[in-house]
């Protein structure tokens, strides 16, 4: 791991913008991550960098020719690493460059921030054996957790046009279901809207059609992480998703935080990929001395819930649970080598889902099916209301943030969505 | 139906273009289908229409503005009759405008047919209940054809990016699989390799998110149709596809034929939809009487193969099978109402596939899956040789046409693809 790290990661580096050195900042200067933004009436998304409670404009200060985040992914690591080299640089306190960055600042509170890039194809996986094995259960209950488990990093492609950018709101789907004891479906507003946290990884640099990406290679195709929120109606989804997986009880949205940080970024929380000496050793495609040395990455997951009744109250967002990406049991090498072991060509500004992140224990649930019991038990909230799933007003917020003793704190900002009650659904005449 | 037909469908039209009034070319000046070609040495597509044996090239001969197809997508059903209509006008004999028309022909021998957009979002339907009821035998004999399946039109997700144009040779996949006997699964070539006959429908204009698009309006959603072929290495997706769906045994290739027939061109084929009495009736929001009337498509749809022991012998292709996609249990109109109506955006360019398109009978199998019974009761092929799976070589032509006593045929062109060998996985150093 200590070849990742480099003078960028230094813990007594400090910046010129003030905030930066906050230590609860999410965005030190050891930190860097890249998304889009714009000022208002502009049109155009413009690349960004994150910096304390400012952004550096990077094509206004002629860091970038172009911005196309899509063009940045693709232009690889290395272009990536010199970029951060040269940000860490000119950010830093006493830099000779300050009076000619300082021009190109722009405060977080001044702009609306979008995806961060035009995603291409979106893969979403099921990485946490632990969310499996719980939602398993109430979905099959004689069989949680299915045989090709511990040997197939399961995934499936999901729907890439409806996510959206943290901030924005999301109207309460309607579909059909079915109770086991109904003899026809429903058809109406979910009742069990739930959500799912989850990072999402992009991809950079592409392979071509026919060529695998071997494990040994395989971070050298990502470009970094984001938080992503991955709205689910479990009614519809237990209706509809046998036999070929969820469809309309999760396409309807998905919320992506605006913020990109690079693999680069989270080097200095790199941990040992470790399962329980009982489990299958992976198979050889999906196995590397790397991997096990550093494969997994120490991110603390966290999801906070704001009730319309809080803040009407006045209260703050409440955390409901806290897991860990550590916990997961496919690193994020496994997940491309496995995806593109087939052939299968990514691409850049591909975007990989590693499932919801729940954690061992029965309070770490990453969503709200595993926390409630199916609904079952529901949680008790600050103020006496309870959820056993979603209601109108709520506000979901997936926090994730890196703490290393002997380094800065990286974090990844914010992942908000506030679901709003349901259109009426406008029948044809028949 | 009378009201989707007009001047364009009328069987007495002739093109000063001799080779589209040839009675069996699938490309008479009833047809005018849209696809993306480009001459030897360009880097750039261009939007192009299919008439006999040419390609009349639509900026050249000032028809549209830019070769962008998704943005001739995106321009809407009322721009693209437009066109149709000038299209039809200016090819007819006697034309006024053939001696200009004339030098924006090329002939279609002389040029690459590619993708005939940018892919979007690529979802896949489940519409044939013999394929789902065939198929559903083989993977789960106690349970075949799941509650589900008469209510809700199954879909998934799938990969665009790994869609290519008819010609293309397809890398035989490798991947994990398991057989029932196995104690640990197997890694290497699949064993399994089939296709899969379906049709692909592109969206035209986009519904918002949060929108549904009602069944009445669905049909104004799109743009037209191609053939596709799904393949799909079946012990892979055995092995993988509890609980999330099909994933790697599919997403290393799909097939799409180059051009796209036009909703306008499929006008005289429409058929009642019908199902049998004792089914039950579709929901009201997949309902509609324009549904009823007129929501099928009379399309004979067939699988023709070639293998190398063939082409060494001078044979020609060998038809496998027919099926129609009139037999479809759920209409195109029921698919956009359907995958919309909990608020999902659909956008210009994205692809709907129909599934595999079976007939009811045992002879009329879509997937060789299907027609060799799993392996079991291998095809006897023209020559001696015999199939269970494909084989290295093997030539797959989905082909697709319209025939109606009184209007002229309507044809799909070409949708091949050849298998070739997998090349060596390299594995880590460990």
């Known amino acids: 791991m200590s070849s990742l790290l480099d003078e960028t990661h230094d813990p007594a580096l400090t910046s010129w913008v003030e905030t930066a050195n906050d230590p609860a900042t999410d965005f030190p200067i050891q930190n860097l991550p890249f998304g889009r933004f714009r000022r208002a009436g502009e049109a155009q998304w413009r690349i960004g960098v994150a910096i304390g409670d400012q952004i550096l404009d990077l094509q206004r200060a002629k860091l970038i020719e172009t911005d196309d985040m899509n063009a940045l992914m693709r232009a690889g690591t290395a272009r990536r690493k010199r970029l951060r080299l040269a940000l860490s640089q000119g950010l830093r306190a006493g830099s000779p460059r300050q009076s000619t960055l300082q021009s190109s600042l ?38 949680p957790l299915l045989p090709n488990y511990k040997w197939v990093p399961i995934g499936y492609h999901g729907r890439a046009s409806s996510i959206v950018a943290s901030g924005q709101s999301i109207r309460w789907p309607i579909g059909q279901f079915k109770a086991p004891d109904d003899e026809v479906p429903r058809f109406g507003a979910t009742q069990r809207l739930d959500y799912e946290l989850e990072l999402g990884a992009f991809i950079a640099t592409a392979n071509p059609q026919g060529e695998p990406v071997p494990i040994g290679a395989a971070e050298d195709h990502l470009f970094g992480l984001a938080l992503f929120n991955d709205w689910t109606a479990r009614d519809i989804q237990a209706w509809e998703y046998q036999p070929l997986g969820p469809f309309l009880s999760k396409n309807f949205a998905s919320t992506l935080s605006p913020w990109i940080v690079t693999m680069e970024a989270l080097a200095p929380f790199r941990v040992p990929f470790e399962r329980p000496a009982s489990d ?53 090498a496994q997940l491309v080598a496995h995806h593109t072991v087939n052939g299968c060509n990514l691409q850049p500004s591909d975007l990989l889902g590693s499932g919801t992140q729940s954690g061992p224990d029965a309070g770490q649930g990453g969503s709200l099916l595993e926390l409630a019991m199916g609904g079952k038990q529901p949680l008790r909230l600050a103020g006496g209301d309870t959820r056993g799933f979603l209601q109108d007003g709520d506000t979901v917020i997936p926090r994730g943030y890196c703490n290393r003793p002997g380094f800065r704190r990286v974090g990844f900002g914010d992942c908000t969505g506030t679901v709003v009650a349901a259109r009426e659904f406008q029948h044809e005449a028949a």
């Not at 198979?283 to 603390?300: C, F, K, M, V």
């Not at 997951?301 to 703050?316: I, K, Q």
């Open 106 to 143: 722009v405060p977080q509170t001044a702009v609306e921030m979008g995806l961060p890039c035009r995603i291409g194809d979106y893969t979403d996986f099921y990485t946490s054996i632990h969310h499996a094995t719980t939602v398993g259960k109430l979905f099959r209950p004689d069989n």
């Open 280 to 332: 299958p050793e992976p198979l050889p495609y999906l196995e590397s001395a790397t991997n096990r040395a550093s494969g997994a990455i120490d991110i603390a997951l966290e999801v906070w819930l704001s009730t319309a009744a809080m803040r009407d109250a006045g209260r703050p967002a409440q955390k409901l649970m806290q897991s860990n990406f550590r916990d997961s049991y496919w690193t994020l």
